[in-house]
C-alpha cells in the first residue's frame, strides 16, 4: 500500500503559480504512475495530469496543458504538480493518487488517494 499526503495549496490570485506537493510512503512508490485530479463544488472530479513510475511518460488533460506541469522524485518519494497561469476556475481541491504497481499511466484505476489541498485563484 502507499499513503499520499497533498501540500502547497493556498490563495492566489489569477496569474499566479503555485507548486502542490505529494508525499508518498510506502515501498511500492517507485512502481507506480501518479497523477493529480481536482474536483470543485458541483463539478465532477478531473484528472490533470499523470506520470508514469519512472517519469519518462506525462499525460495533461486539455485544460492545463502548456500551463501545469506534473513531476516525480522517486528516491524523495514526492510527486508534485507546478501550476503557473492560474485562472478562477482552476479554484478546486486538488488531489495526489497513485496507480496499482505496474500498471501504465493511461489507465483510470487508481487505488490510493491523498486527504487533497485547497486551490483558490481570485480574480
Known amino acids: 500500500q502507499v499513503q499520499l499526503v497533498e501540500s502547497g495549496g493556498g490563495v492566489v490570485q489569477a496569474g499566479g503559480s503555485l507548486r502542490l506537493s505529494c508525499a508518498a510512503s510506502?515501498?511500492?512508490?517507485?512502481?507506480?504512475?501518479m497523477g493529480w485530479f481536482r474536483q470543485a463544488p458541483g463539478r465532477e472530479r478531473e484528472r490533470l495530469a499523470a506520470?508514469?513510475?519512472?517519469?519518462?511518460?506525462?499525460y495533461y488533460a486539455d485544460s492545463v496543458k502548456g500551463r501545469f506541469t506534473i513531476s516525480r522524485d522517486n528516491a524523495k518519494n514526492m510527486v508534485y504538480l507546478q501550476m503557473n497561469s492560474l485562472k478562477p476556475e482552476d479554484t478546486a481541491v486538488y488531489y495526489c493518487?497513485?496507480?496499482?504497481?505496474?500498471?501504465?499511466?493511461?489507465?483510470?484505476?487508481?487505488?490510493?488517494w491523498g486527504q487533497g489541498t485547497q486551490v483558490t485563484v481570485s480574480s
Open positions: 493518487a497513485a496507480r496499482p504497481p505496474g500498471a501504465t499511466v493511461a489507465g483510470s484505476q487508481y487505488d490510493a
Open positions: 506520470v508514469s513510475s519512472g517519469a519518462a511518460t506525462t
Open positions: 510506502g515501498r511500492t512508490f517507485s512502481l507506480r504512475a
